[in-house]
């Protein structure tokens, strides 16, 4: 089993920041890509920012200049530095990790695709 821990969640005012953090443990041999992603009520699941294991990213277009995600491999951690933040940020924000948890599962690109329990960004104007 793979487990993620979301943190740093919390209430800020409009123009502050904030850092998330999600940490993968369990049966990890590769965690492949890692992302955050957020859903306001009434809205599609959104990808917030993606990060491949060699470091590639990618954002959305709401966030870019603003947000910036990384990761730690040896602690199979990522990140995700929030600046300048906006009371439309206001949402719950979601780890998710491609991990595959064995050698085989590895060479043959079988990853599990897993979720943290999220964790609450409020900001206020």
């Known amino acids: 089993q793979v487990q993620l821990v979301e943190s740093g969640g919390g209430l800020v005012q409009a123009g502050g920041s904030l850092r998330l953090s999600c940490v993968a443990s369990?049966?990890?041999?590769?965690?492949?890509?890692m992302g955050w992603y957020r859903r306001a009520p009434g809205k599609q699941r959104e990808l917030v920012a993606g990060i491949t294991s060699g470091g590639n990213t990618n954002y959305a277009d709401s966030v870019k200049g603003r947000f910036t995600i990384s990761r730690d491999n040896a602690k199979n951690t990522v990140y995700l530095q929030m600046n300048s933040l906006k009371p439309e940020d206001t949402v719950v924000y979601y780890c998710?990790?491609?991990?595959?948890?064995?050698?085989?599962?590895?060479?043959?690109?079988?990853?599990?695709?897993?979720w943290g329990q999220g964790t609450l960004v409020t900001v206020s104007s």
């Open positions: 369990g049966t990890i041999f590769n965690i492949n890509a």
């Open positions: 998710n990790a491609r991990v595959a948890t064995t050698y085989m599962d590895y060479v043959s690109a079988r990853y599990l695709e897993v």
